[in-house]
């Protein structure tokens, strides 16, 4: 008799490849946005189905909730800034002019090869190894931690962690000094109805994103899976106007962006100079200073990707109709 769990990871793989290739090739921007969160969600499901929770957390709250979002408030600028916005023509794509034969055929050579170097690469690999579950193991109980993946990212690889925020902070600083010369396109009207729903959602989501950076030391969780739902707070309170930035809120933002990096940072140089190697903590603050950078980087993933879904520096208005 045929497995039933086989069959349904054989179809979540069909429909996880169906759904790239359709959100690739579909004509009608929105729905190729749609078709893209719900390829999102359903690798976050391949991801459980591997094994692996604290992938699938990051997936579905990040790759899908906060980047879908992103999508559909870029979709919603470029209809403004093209003049489409609210008419038939902004529902579909026409290239101005068609792509040269040569790019086409170059861009198909670099995915073939791409492809091809990935195959060989899965097919050299071995079947089975040990792998490094015996060292992190055994590690383990020097890291103040007891959930492996943690323990890994904020102590055993600490150094590309660190990296990650700083992209988030690179990011925003970018997204700030693009959007001062652009068009502010106006926000979409969302009623009473969703203002009601955001104000019952948001203490939830809250108590969610905060359990997931506690519960991120001894079970799936942590930094980057808490701050980007607590993100969807701030995303909640921007869309139903509940917050307006302010250009006299610019100050704490900047602190709020540059805080996790900072102390992620400054732990490092601390251990560093108590003649130890950086990330390399004291047994005995180990715990204490995870859970230190955890919740400090939670909060500036928190309010970065919110700033990136709002886009634009909040800057006052010069009496001339400039920005100042």
Sequence with gaps: MTDPILIFDLLLAAAVVALAVASLSVRDLFVAIVLFITFGLLSALAWVRLAAPDVAL?????????????????????????????????????????????????????????????????????????????????ALPQSGVEHPVTAVLLSFRAYDTLMEVVVLLAAVIGVWQIERGLSDAPAPVLGEVFQGFARLTLPAIVVVGTYLLWKGAEAPGGAFQGGAVLAAVGLLLLLSRLYVPQPSHRGVARWAFV??????????????????????????????????????????????????????????????????
């Design 58 to 138: 990051a997936e579905a709250a990040i790759g899908t909730g906060v980047t879908g979002a992103l999508l559909l408030k870029t979709l919603h600028h470029l209809r403004y800034v093209t003049g489409t916005l609210n008419r038939p023509e902004a529902f579909s794509v026409t290239p101005a002019a068609p792509v040269p034969a040569p790019v086409l055929w170059a861009n198909a050579a670099f995915c073939g090869l791409i492809t091809l170097g990935l195959a060989v690469a899965f097919l050299g690999a071995p079947r089975s190894g040990p792998g490094f579950d015996a060292l992190v193991a055994e």
């Design 259 to 324: 805080l996790g990096t900072g102390v992620f940072a400054g732990v490092a140089l601390l251990v560093a100079g108590g003649g130890r190697v950086a990330f390399e903590y004291p047994p005995e603050h180990a715990k204490t200073l995870i859970l230190l950078i955890e919740g400090l980087v939670t909060i500036s993933i928190a309010v970065t990707l919110a700033a990136l879904f709002h886009g634009r520096e909040p800057v006052a208005l010069r009496t001339d109709g400039g920005r100042g």
